[in-house]
């Protein structure tokens, strides 16, 4: 197969890091429409960014002609989880600026350097990187601390009146950060497992937010706040219906926008 396709596409394949890279990303291309930010968490469910909430966010954004460059905190994770036993990796430990490049193709930047003036709207994906890498959520919960640069970013776009989306567990630094801020995570009741993770509703409440029940293909909008947020993998459904809660969540964040 490689001999059929050449030594130029073979050439590529040996190259860790192709320098034609960004010909590869939408963002590489002449800007259109709204300059959105998308800030990651690293590259995992149980330790980083939820994979699939990334893949769609960006597949909506591309679908409503936005411009995207993605960022990450430069900091270690809180911990490196073994995906196949969902248990932690003793004696390891990764950089989740470093891991969020692999779903950003290499094509991201330290979230220190992300600020109002490039970009319209920010939005973050979930995975439990949101409550570890992003915030103590995880360990601390309604007594937790958010990362100071995820912290500024949130504030700055909020003072900007430029939206923020969130989406699965993120809108708890929503709601930590933006007190009276009303975010979604889905149900406030388990309903026999459908809802596993409906105790966040209540945690919302503790960290001075407002719990607004939402169904997975939803998208709550504050629009005093300009807060979009959805619950993506919150709930236990087939994947259509999450894509189609955060194609919800990206179609208000960039009508809000005004682009």
């Not at 809802?195 to 719990?211: D, F, M, S, V």
């Not at 955060?246 to 005004?258: F, Q």
Request: glycine share 10%; aromatic share 4%; net charge positive.
């Amino acid at each position: 197969m490689l001999a059929a396709c050449g030594p130029p596409f073979r050439a590529a394949l040996r190259r860790a890091a192709p320098p034609g890279i960004a010909a590869f990303h939408s963002s590489a291309r002449c800007p259109r429409g709204a300059r959105v930010a998308v800030v990651l968490s690293g590259c995992g469910v149980y330790d980083g960014t939820e994979i699939h909430e990334a893949s769609a966010i960006l597949v909506h954004l591309s679908r409503g002609g936005a411009e995207v460059q993605m960022y990450a905190p430069d900091v270690p994770q809180m911990h490196v989880v073994d995906h196949s036993k969902g248990q932690p990796a003793e004696a390891e430990s990764r950089n989740v600026l470093v891991e969020s490049a692999r779903i950003a193709r290499g094509k991201i930047t330290s979230l220190a350097k992300l600020t109002t003036a490039d970009h319209d709207a920010v939005i973050f994906p979930g995975g439990f990187g949101a409550a570890k890498n992003l915030s103590t959520f995880a360990v601390d919960g309604k007594d937790c601390k958010v990362n100071r640069e995820v912290e500024r970013v949130l504030k700055d776009f909020h003072k900007a009146g430029k939206p923020i989306g969130l989406c699965c567990i993120s809108p708890v630094l929503a709601a930590k950060v933006l007190s009276g801020a009303e975010v979604t995570v889905g149900h406030e009741e388990e309903e026999g497992g459908k809802w596993p993770y409906a105790g966040t509703a209540g945690a919302i409440k503790e960290l001075g937010g407002k719990h607004c029940v939402k169904e997975v293909t939803e998208a709550h909008v504050d629009t005093k706040n300009k807060v979009v947020t959805t619950p993506a993998f919150m709930c236990e459904t087939e994947l259509h219906h999450i894509f189609d809660g955060i194609g919800a969540m990206v179609k208000n964040v960039l009508k809000l926008t005004g682009k």
